[in-house]
Structure formats: C-alpha cells, structure tokens
C-alpha cells in the first residue's frame, strides 16, 4: 500500500452496488465507496476493525423478512480486502439488522476468517444451548440489543435480561446500540447487565451540542458509574454535521472517551456504513480520524489492539 494509491481489486461484483437472491435494494440506498485511499495514519500491527459487517450476499443468505431496509451486497470478501488494505490484521463482524437473528452469514465469515474475525450475534431468548455453543464455537462473543426503533421491533427489557443471564457464563458480552435521547430512560437496564457491555457509536451523540454539556455528560457518568460498560468510539460519518472528510465536530467527543477510558474504548469502520443519508464515507478518511481523537501511540495501541484483543481473543 503507498500513499495515493486506492482500493481497486476488481474482479466481478467487486463494486456491488445491487442485491442478489431476487432481493430489490432500496432505492435510496447507498452502496459501500468502491474505492477507497489509501489512510495516511498507519495502525499498529495487529489492529483490530471492531465493528463492521457483511450483507448477504443475498442469494446465498437471504435477508430477514422483518428487516427494516434492503442493503446491497457486502461479502466476506470485500471485507477482508478492505481489512487488508487499510492495514488491520483482524475484524469483529456485528450481525446486521438486515439479518434479523439469521446469523448465518456473520457465522460463514467467522469461520473463512482462518481465527481472525469474531462476531456479535442476535439471538432469540428461546435459543438452545447447542446453538449457543455453536456460535461460540465459531468465534462469537457477544449479542446486540438494538434500541433504534427505524431499525428493529420494540424487545421487552425482561426479555433482553434474560439473554444476558443466558450467555454470561459463556464469558460474553452484550452490545447495545441507542440514540442519545433514549439514554435516560435507558440508563437503569444498562447499568443492571450482569456482563461487560459494548455502547455503539459512543450512544449516538447530538454533535452540534457541546461535549461537556448535559446530553453527552449522562453518557460519560454511565460509564464512570459502570467499569463494565465500553464505548465504541466509531462512526464520524453518522453522527457528524461537519461532514468529510475531517468529521471535526465529532472529534471532542471520541477524543473525550479515548482520555478518560482508555482501557474501555474500541474503534471501527462500521463497513459497509449502512442507511447513510448524506455522504458515503471514503475508508481511508475514517482511518485518518484515528489519530486525532488518540494522538499517543499508546492511546493508539490500546484502542485498536490490546482491548479488542482482550475482549474478543482473550476471554
Ligand atoms: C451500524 C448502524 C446502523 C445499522 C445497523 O444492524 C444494523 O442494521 O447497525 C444504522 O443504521 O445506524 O452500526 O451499522
């Protein structure tokens, strides 16, 4: 990889920009940047993309009929060349609401990733034990309780309890993902998991508001309450107004949590970037975000390699 050179292998399908299986992609859809720069900032070796996900492809997965909205294809991969080029030596693939609680295509990437990938799963509160072990077996270490109601059906918090009491033992976690203004209503379950406890995308803070002010100081005394609880300091792209490449507005706040939590945070693309309305982010400008919210090199190693690894390769 040089310095101006770009994401290009070719090959068919290589710039999906459709769903396959007879799925129609919505028409507002924006598909993954076919090409992106080489980043700038080189990750430490053994960096760890610890949020990102495949779509399908459709003909051989199909998407879930209760799914909110129609992707274009993302496979496996596309996710390892992207990996590769921007530098990263593993990936944590979260199951996609597309998905539903079919995780067979998370899974069928696990398992092609040689051990270098692990998952997220959705589960159903009347999975079997068998399934659960199979899905550990194959590298998953944790569910996602999604609370972004365009995205998934209300699930009653009894419901979502009991999940966590089930996969506890096996040493995961749980991975919630919520819009800010959701957390005061919030705060009391999440505090009450029994496990470690993944926020994506830092709870998906209002930017144009300031990073000491109340909405986004809630977020930081539930995790100065809670050791348990870690922040994804992940997706510039979603949450910016400022818009690329730089995502300057949302620097303070990742650059915020890198300080005062830094054995609690995890980064990641967030690839293929789904239901982005305005821009679909260059990678290589997502990977130059990085040195800004953690300018020491030991901010840097410990966001991108020694917690992912602790929590995903190590337990
Ligand atoms: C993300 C964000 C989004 C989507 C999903 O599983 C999903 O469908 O997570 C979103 O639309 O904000 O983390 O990928």
């Not at 050179?5 to 076919?34: E, I, K, N, Q, Y």
């Not at 203004?181 to 998906?204: E, K, Q």
């Not at 975000?289 to 953690?294: E, M, N």
Request: with cysteine; charged share 25%; hydrophobic share 40%.
């Amino acid at each position: 990889m040089s310095h101006g050179s770009r994401l290009a292998p070719g090959g068919p399908g290589w710039a999906s920009t459709s769903a396959s299986g007879g799925f129609v992609m919505d028409a507002d859809w924006r598909p993954f940047h076919p090409a992106p720069r080489a980043p700038r900032f080189r990750v430490p070796e053994g960096a760890v993309d610890a949020h990102c996900h495949v779509f399908g492809p459709g003909a051989q997965f199909p998407y879930a009929p209760e799914r909110k909205y129609t992707p274009c294809d993302a496979s496996r991969e596309h996710l390892w060349a992207l990996r590769d080029f921007l530098g990263f030596g593993k990936n944590v693939i979260v199951q996609a609401t597309c998905h539903g609680s079919d995780n067979r295509a998370m899974v069928d990437a696990l398992l092609d990733s040689n051990g270098r990938a692990r998952g997220v799963a959705t589960v159903r509160a009347d999975i079997s034990e068998t399934e659960l072990r199979a899905l550990d077996e194959a590298g998953v270490r944790g569910v996602r309780f999604n609370f972004v109601r365009r995205l998934v059906d209300t699930t009653p918090p009894e419901v979502l309890s009991g999940i966590a009491r089930r996969i506890a033992p096996l040493g995961w976690h749980v991975v919630i993902y919520f819009e800010a203004a959701d957390l005061p209503d919030l705060y009391g379950f999440f505090s009450s998991l029994p496990t470690v406890v993944v926020v994506d995308h830092m709870g998906r803070p209002d930017v144009t508001q300031s990073p000491d002010g109340p909405e986004f100081e809630l977020f930081v005394k539930l995790m100065r309450e809670n050791s348990n609880i870690w922040s994804k300091v992940s997706c510039p792209d979603r949450l910016s107004k400022s818009g690329p490449p730089h995502y300057a507005d949302v620097a303070p706040f990742a650059a915020r949590l890198v300080d005062r939590f830094p054995d609690r945070v995890l980064w990641g693309t967030d690839w293929p970037h789904p239901n982005l309305k305005t821009h679909m982010p260059d990678d290589g400008d997502l990977v130059d975000f990085i040195p800004g919210i953690a300018p020491a090199s030991d901010q840097q190693r410990r966001l991108l390699v020694e917690n992912p690894l602790n929590l995903y390769w190590d337990r």
